[in-house]
């Protein structure tokens, strides 16, 4: 019974671990089988690695050989190594590249004797002569000296080979016939541009008028609009076409042109235009013509100085100019008119001036 007993447990011991003793050791075994052809294959690599690096050396050996023997045939029996070998192949290396840096120093100085050998049986004064002369050249550039020889060399090209230092004027006292003929061109353009403010100021004698926004290059007058005055407003035209994109224009609120418009309206619609010129120091002028009755000149008078608010104004004759647009009238001259006009009204009256 106790037998039995004893064969049950042995029996439940091997089905919870799943294998006998004996299949154990044969798995053991296999490991074992597996590590070892590791371990042999390894091995046969490092011996096909060191079999190719013998026969790499071997090829190098047989190559180097007879560079051995031919250097103890020629009288070096103390080479015995490649470590020494190689020493006395970086030596003479060495050595080749000193020889060719003399060489390329010899060749330069060589060069440089050739201008004393030039220079004749006085060599040695001359050369001093020529030390000299490089060492005040360094003197005023000395970081390139050849240069400013060479810039003398020019100079002397320009002047002639026989010119002597007492010849030469400093350059402060030389001007040249471009340069006077520039100062001359520049004198001669200023004169021109302050004649022409000259002619197109118009002088009252009381330094109050102001030059005219719009000249031509000649500084004639350039006037901006043309004005008719009736007796029910104005009829305004542009009187210089060729301004058509001037700036000034984004300074006049719109209003009909060639029809006729009340004075207020084309007073307001210039107001802009009139304070930019008092900004600018200068005054638009504007044509100004008579067309009211003969027995409404209070209205004329009215108008004219309402459009002289803004305006220099010149008074246009009606039978000497044509009611049609004039890019530029003569400049004002009531002397010369048959008739005096009177051009400023409100310089003879304080209480209406600018």
Known sequence: MASRI?????????????????????????????????????????????????????????????????????????????????????????????????????????????????????????RLSIENTMKRAAEIEPNDPPAVLKRAMEVLDRLGASTVPEQVKPLSQMVTGAEADRKIAELEANNDRLTRERNNLMRSGNGLTYPSCWTTSAGQTEYIFDVTLTDGGLRVKDATPARAHDAAWAMVASFPRAAEINENNFISSTKGLFEWSKQQSCRFYTIIRDATGPTNKARYKKLRRMVEGNFYPFIAEPAKLPAQNVSAPPPPAPASSSAPVELFPWLSNPSESH
């Open 6 to 126: 004893a064969d049950e447990r042995e029996q439940r011991r091997g089905l919870i671990l799943g294998l006998s003793l004996a299949e154990v050791l044969l798995l053991l075994l296999f490991l074992l089988l597996l590590l070892l052809a590791y371990k042999v294959q390894q091995s046969q690599n490092r011996a096909k690695e060191a079999e190719q690096r013998e026969a790499q050396l071997s090829a190098a050996l047989a190559e180097l050989k007879p560079l051995q023997q031919a250097l103890v045939l020629g009288g070096a029996p103390d080479v015995a190594s490649v470590q020494l070998l190689i020493a006395r192949l970086q030596s003479v290396q060495k050595l080749e590249r000193e020889l060719a840096a003399a060489r390329d120093e010899n060749a330069e100085l060589a060069k440089q004797s050739s201008l004393i050998k030039t220079l004749g049986l006085l060599a040695d004064e001359k």
